[in-house]
Structures are given as structure tokens and as C-alpha cells.
């Protein structure tokens, strides 16, 4: 088995792709519109699969908002530096609606490195520092 990719739902898919391709440096990998069907989707990631998981945008005409409820967490990315990460991040993120959430610092109990902004959607990405 292998991941492939995670599905978000987001409200307006040319914002995303944004974000997730200049904030967090992730390429476009493909898309796909579906009119008859409503639907448009867009898989970015940092290279396709099955050698990378990606992530699925997908967004459904007129829906512009979701409420994300309890159960989903977060993706996470190793970053080198999730401080400077951080720093490079800031302002493009606001620039497209995102946001640092938690500032890089050990996680909760342990050493680990981490940090989170938040994509204009809504949805969280944990920064993990990995060497």
C-alpha cells in the first residue's frame, strides 16, 4: 500500500493553488474540471505520486465556505529551519489569506520543533523541523 494523496475542499481554487504552490513552494501537478458534474479539482505536492503523496484541492461550484469540524487535524511538512521557514512564509501567506498560527518553538512535552499557519480555507499545516 501507499499513500496517494489527501482531499481538501476549498472555497476558490485559484487562491489555493496560490498558496499552496508560492507559500508553501509545492508544484501544480495536474487538474481536472468537471463541469457536467460541478466539480473542478487541482493535485499539488512536492512531486507526483506514487513516489510523493499529494494533496487534492477540490472545489465544487457555488461552494464557497466549509465548515471543517473536529476531526481533521492537520498535514505536516519537514521544513530545515521552521523559524526561518516561518519568517520567508509570513507575508506571503497574509498576501493569500493564510496565516502563522503557532510560532515555531518545541512541541507540547517534548523537543521537536514545530510551527503552523493555517491555508485560506481554513486548514491547518504543521511545519516539523527535520534536519
Known sequence: MNLLHTMLRVGDLPRSIAF????????LLRT?????QKYDLAFVGYGPNPGHAEIELTYNYGVHEYELGSAFGHIAIGVPDVAATCKALRAKAAALGGAITREAGPVQGGSTIIAFVTDPDGYKIELIQRP
Request: hydrophobic share 25%.
Open 20 to 27: 499552496y504552490t508560492e507559500v508553501l513552494g509545492m508544484q
Open 32 to 36: 481536472t474540471q468537471r463541469p457536467e
